[in-house]
C-alpha cells in the first residue's frame, strides 16, 4: 500500500514540519442515530453501497472522495474474503443515522487499496469517506511526499463538506451523524489523522485510529478524543519506536495495539496474522466511541488478544 522509501528522514520531517489543521466552523449537527440508539452500537451486518465525489472540484486542491456506506438494497452474492463485502455502485442508503469515518491513504496509496478493512467498517454501521489526496496518491503526477502537511487541512475540508452535504438535497442527506466523526489513516494517512487533532479542533471529531503512523506537530492538542495505535513491531518504513512515542503524547485515553514481528501493514490484509484482530479492535473502537457503546470498549482487550500476534497496551481507558 505504500512506497517503500517512506523512511525515518521523512519520519522527522513530518513530525517538525505541519501547521495546525483549519477546524470546522459551526455547531454540531443532528445527534439523533437512527440506526441503534445512544449507547448501543447496531449488531446487525449491512450489505454496503458506494459512491464518487469529488469536493472543490474547481478548486487549487481539488479531492476526490470515495464513500462506502450501509446500504437499504439485499446483500448480494459475499465478495471475496481478500476484498471484504462487494460495494453496490449507487445503492440507496440504509435508513438511519450513520456515524462518519474519515479515511487517509498512504504515500503511492489509494483509497480502493483499504477497501478489505473501510468495507468491513461500513458493514458494521460506519458511513467512510475517504479521499485522494492530490500529492501523495498512487497516480499524482507531481508527486511530493511533504504534502502530507497539508493534508489535515484537506481532511478537515472534507468534513465541512459532509456537514453541508447532510443537510441538503443528497442521498445521504439525513444519514450522517456529523457530530459522530473519526479519523483513521494509513502510514502517512496515520500523520496525517494525527494532524487533525490540533489547539481548536471541532468536538465533532471525537476519535482516531492511527495505523504504523506517529504524530505531527501540533497534534493532540483541542478536546481530548480517544486514540487507537496500531503498529508492527517490526515496521522498516515507520519505527514503532515513532508510533509509540505518539501514543505517549496523546492526552485522551488512548490504546496501542502491537503486532510482534510484523512490518508497514500485512496485519490489514484479510488471511495475515492479525488481522481479525485489526479489524476486531478497530470496529468495537469506533463502535465505543461514535455511538457510546460500552459493551464495546469492554470487549477491547479481548479482541486485541491473540498471544504471539498482538499485544494491547491501554491509559485512561474508562472503567
Partial sequence: MEGQRLAAVLVTALLAGCGPATAATGGPGPGAIGAASSGHAPQRSWPVGVRQLTVDPDGPRPLPVTIWYPAAAPAGPAGPSTTGPAPMAAAPVAAGRFPVVVYSHGLRSLPELHAPLTTRWAAAGFVVAAPTYPRTNLRAPDFTRADVRNQPADGWR???????????????????AVDRIAAA????????????????????????IVLAGGGLAGSFAGPPAPLLFVHGGADPIVPESVGRAAYARATGPAAFLSLPGQGHGEYLSPGHPGFTQVLATT?????????DDRAALHRLPADAHLPAVTALTTRALPD
Fill in 158 to 176: 472534507l468534513i465541512r463538506h459532509l456537514v453541508r452535504l447532510d443537510a441538503h438535497d443528497d442521498p445521504l442527506a439525513g444519514h450522517l
Fill in 185 to 208: 489513516g494509513h502510514s502517512a494517512g496515520g500523520f496525517t489523522t494525527a494532524g487533525m487533532f490540533t489547539s481548536g479542533h471541532s468536538a465533532r471529531l471525537r476519535s482516531g
Fill in 283 to 291: 470496529t468495537d473502537f469506533l463502535r465505543w466511541t461514535l455511538y
